[in-house]
């Protein structure tokens, strides 16, 4: 089991930055799989940007140039830089953790940008 948590959310204005933190509870270096989602009311989760074991990174389009996802697995954590912030980006940004056939999921944390 891994327990998943998100921190860094909040309000911002349009154009501004944001910094995400997702803390896994146990050892995640060199077998998850990590990745960030969000979901917008009314909306289905979307993938915003996803960091495999070996640091491939991939982005969703409408983050892309924008948006960075990295990990330090010395602490368990990974990471979205959030720069240029759109209203559209407003949404909870859910972590993610991914192992073969194990996913598991963070609470979720709250990004509001104010245009």
């Known amino acids: 089991q891994v327990q998943l948590v998100e921190s860094g959310g909040g309000l911002v204005e349009a154009g501004g930055s944001l910094r995400l933190s997702c803390v896994a509870s146990?050892?995640?270096?060199?077998?998850?799989?990590m990745g960030w989602f969000r979901q917008a009311p009314g909306n289905q989760r979307e993938l915003v940007a996803t960091?495999?074991?070996?640091?491939?990174?991939m982005y969703a389009d409408s983050v892309k140039g924008r948006f960075t996802v990295s990990r330090d697995n010395a602490v368990n954590t990974v990471y979205l830089q959030m720069n240029s912030l759109k209203a559209e980006d407003t949404a909870v940004y859910y972590c993610?953790?991914?192992?073969?056939?194990?996913?598991?999921w963070g609470q979720g944390t709250q990004v509001t940008v104010s245009s």
């Open positions: 146990k050892i995640i270096s060199s077998r998850y799989d």
């Open positions: 960091i495999t074991s070996g640091r491939y990174t």
């Open positions: 993610n953790a991914k192992f073969g056939a194990l996913t598991y």
